[in-house]
């Protein structure tokens, strides 16, 4: 049985089912990592409501699920923008035989695990034994005395210092590595990406001894232990939690009957994924004419400022001059026309960065929809933009026509 609770949506269950669910702790340690809540309603039953997340976990036997808000948006989303909104909850998780999600975790996986091991590799130092005429390390009195009974009194032994990444961070990314060449022989994995992992893996080749002998539990332990120390936001803390997954050889679910089970569910937030991917699109069509980032420097609403109110968009576009545009990322049902509350801050940004053009983005399963909404009375142009999720880039190269930015 699967119970399906729709991502910031709600779920009606009978008390039989509340019964059921509320005497395990996995379903509460749901609750308290903010996955979903849960409230009783006086015509009777309990309502349950998922939160921003995505994924799925066993509970009693059963599986609940919070899923997707809009169709498409999971695959295109994480296809889109790096994966750093995952979370995770010490609760089983149903592994499936699904075709899609798997590539797409691990595809991100060899994504991340290249940009760590390109600028940001974890070392250490370990003794290696050796011998030689010139001693250059720590001189091993014992090795030395031995060569000299066979004989080798024009050598020494001695234990020289070398760099190694035989550490245990790098065991969990060079497991990860050799466990997507096992995934491939059940789930089809694009050429490139099973070619990437091979690479990455002999970057790493020293690691091969310690992960034959280490533990699972281990390997875990090590991502989990460095995605603490450096943040899970942090080159290392994301390629540590996206092993951690490929490891568990889970992906994040799918339609599928689950056949095994696995210690931890994952779960992906795809509102922040949504601004993510909407802000490297943008600036992937807008090329170097405009640089695209997200709000950094957040101007003061009031003047004088007290430091308590700032700007903050979720798109700012400048070029070499100035701000040129904002825009705000909004994950959620367009009926049409735009709240009020949302242009309401769309205008205030607008002012702080002293620009002419704002415009909104909403996910659309109608088709692309642009609208001007026209000249604010402070002389900023606003536009509400709806794109589909199978046609990503290409409703957002229409918005920026709209808006009147060159794409090209």
């Known amino acids: 049985m699967t119970i399906s609770v729709p991502e910031r949506g709600t779920t009606l269950i009978g008390v039989a089912d509340w019964t059921r669910l509320s005497r395990e702790k996995e379903f509460w340690k749901l609750v308290n ?46 296809s889109l923008g790096s994966a750093k909104t995952l979370t995770t909850t010490p609760t089983q998780a149903p592994v499936t035989p699904d075709k899609y999600s798997t590539p797409l975790l691990i595809a991100l996986f060899i994504g991340a695990a290249r940009r760590y091991l390109s600028g940001h590799k974890l070392i250490d130092y370990a003794g290696r034994p050796d011998r030689g ?41 060079y497991a990860a590595l050799r466990q997507i060449e096992r995934i491939s022989k059940t789930v089809p994995i694009a050429r490139r990406d099973l070619a990437s992992a091979r690479a990455l893996a002999s970057i790493l080749e020293e690691c091969l001894s310690n992960v034959l002998r280490a533990s ?23 390629a540590g939690t996206l092993a951690a997954a490929v490891l568990d050889s889970s992906g994040f679910g799918g339609a599928d009957d689950w056949n095994r089970t696995i210690g931890r569910s994952w779960f992906v ?89 704002a415009f909104l983005i909403f996910p659309s399963e109608a088709g692309f929809d642009a609208r001007y909404l026209g000249r604010a009375a402070g002389g900023c142009e606003i536009w509400s933009c709806g794109i589909r999720f199978d046609r990503f880039e290409d409703d957002l190269r229409q918005t920026l026509l709209a808006v009147g930015l060159s794409a090209d």
């Open 33 to 78: 990592a903010g996955i979903l809540s849960a409230e009783s309603r006086k015509e009777g039953g309990w309502q349950l409501r998922g939160a921003c997340y995505v994924g799925r976990a066993i509970i009693g036997g059963e599986v609940l699920e919070i899923s997707e808000k809009f169709d498409g948006s999971f695959a295109t989303l994480l």
């Open 269 to 357: 937030n795809l509102e922040t994924q949504f601004e993510t991917a909407v802000r490297s699109s943008l600036g992937k069509l807008l090329g170097n004419a405009y640089r695209v980032e997200k709000a950094v420097r957040r101007p003061p609403l009031f003047q004088p400022s007290s430091g308590r109110y700032a700007a903050n968009p979720d798109v700012v576009i400048r070029n070499a001059a100035n701000t040129v545009a904002i825009a705000d990322a909004k994950y959620k049902d367009l009926s049409h026309w735009p709240s009020s509350a949302d242009v309401h801050e769309l205008l205030c940004h607008a002012s702080a960065y002293h620009t002419t053009k």
């Open 216 to 238: 699972c539990d281990a390997l875990f332990a090590a991502a989990a232990d460095a995605s603490a120390q450096y943040g899970s936001d942090s080159p290392i803390g994301e």
């Open 133 to 173: 005429t010139l001693v250059g390390g720590r001189l091993d009195v014992r090795g030395t005395a031995r060569l000299h009974s066979k004989g080798m009194r024009h050598q020494a032994a001695f234990v020289r210092s070398v760099v190694t990444a035989d550490v245990p961070f790098n065991r969990t990314i």
